[in-house]
């Protein structure tokens, strides 16, 4: 009686839960993602509706360039290098064309990928003719047995190549030179009393990044600067540092934007992905810990995106630049914290 009476209230039980299952639709798993950034800093709000619609329609362009490859099937890597080329393109941001000025009036670009299925890297700094840094990158991480080449050099591997190349001047934009004449004079004005610190926290920098997690389950980041307006000659900032400024692995692939020398100074990418690897925390949660415990209010922003395709774009800055989407439909595109 009792077995019998166990037996049919089981039955029972186990019909409701599967009816109860079958009723709810499964959680979609996201088969790929991918986020971008154009850059952190103090971005105004007093911005015109005008000038904020073409960073809006900048960014959704370029995450048009990397939704393609994603949606078809292609590579995170692929994904991050066409973002990256695409904002290299856009005048509007710190890289490629409408690069910040060097103090010598200049440009010098640096630029990283990151293959985080094998830790493939490849690097440079202190281009000057290369249209594309982002491209050269990628060969280098692919063709040379190196990670990271530097100013003359990286134009000499640039000549052994097919990458496009441009005089110095194609970087050069009316707007960018205008920055640059009132960096230099604020610098000329610079007290003692005064903190270079604190200056160079008011200079807007710049640069723009990708990260992407494809259908395979791999994860691949990108990130393209002219640095910081005014920089001294031969400064290397955070972005071909691997793990400061780019990094991907099998965890997570990070971009960051913002005061270089301190996310340097805090391996700020890598931090990252290490925390999520030995602390089991959340992305969100290595994100915070990197912008709250580590780098100071104001220092800088970054993307993200983990082995499970969960996105995060935090910054310590008034504003950053940024876009995402993923395959479920997800999709943002900001500047501010709500807007
Ligand atoms: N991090 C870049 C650099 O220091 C600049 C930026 O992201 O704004 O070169």
């Not at 856009?90 to 064309?97: E, Q, T, V, Y």
């Not at 810990?289 to 910054?315: H, W």
Request: glycine share 10%; proline share 2%.
């Amino acid at each position: 009686m009792n077995y019998r009476f166990t037996f049919i209230s089981s039955l029972i039980i186990s019909l409701f839960l599967f009816a109860s299952c079958a009723d709810q639709p499964e959680a979609e798993s996201t088969q790929w993602a991918l986020a971008l950034h154009g850059g952190a800093g103090t971005i105004s709000q007093n911005l015109p509706d005008s000038v904020k619609q073409q960073y809006y329609d900048g960014l959704e362009e370029a995450l048009r360039a990397g939704e393609v490859v994603l949606r078809d099937g292609g590579t995170a890597l692929d994904a991050v290098e066409y973002v990256v080329r695409n904002l290299e393109d856009n005048p509007l941001f710190n890289a490629g064309r409408g690069a910040v000025f060097t103090k010598e009036g200049g440009h010098e670009l640096d630029a990283a990928i990151m293959d985080g299925s094998t830790l493939g890297a490849g690097a440079l700094t202190g281009l000057t003719t290369v249209k594309n840094p982002i491209s050269l990158a990628r060969k280098v991480m692919t063709d040379s047995p190196h990670i990271l080449f530097s100013g003359e050099g990286a134009e000499t591997y640039a000549d052994q190549t097919d990458v496009e190349r441009v005089d110095n001047d194609h970087f050069h934009t009316g707007r960018r030179y205008q920055q640059w004449e009132r960096a230099q004079e604020e610098a000329r004005a610079i007290t003692p009393e005064e903190s270079i610190q604190d200056w160079i926290k008011d200079t807007k920098f710049g640069t723009v990044g990708a990260v992407a997690y494809d259908a395979d389950g791999n994860l691949a980041a990108a990130t393209s600067t002219g640095g910081m307006t005014n920089k001294q000659f031969g400064r290397v900032g955070d972005v071909p540092i691997i793990g400061s400024g780019t990094f991907a692995n099998h965890i997570a692939a990070i971009s960051a934007t913002g005061w270089g020398e301190q996310i340097m100074r805090n391996v700020s990418a890598n931090t990252i992905a290490n925390y999520m690897e030995f602390k089991g925390g959340s992305l969100d949660e290595a994100m915070d810990f990197v912008l709250n415990e580590r780098l100071d209010p104001g220092d800088a922003g970054f993307i993200a995106v983990d082995n499970q395709g969960n996105i995060s774009m935090k910054m310590n800055t008034t504003g950053m630049f940024r876009a995402s989407l993923n395959s479920n439909g997800d999709r943002t595109v900001m500047i501010w914290e709500n807007e």
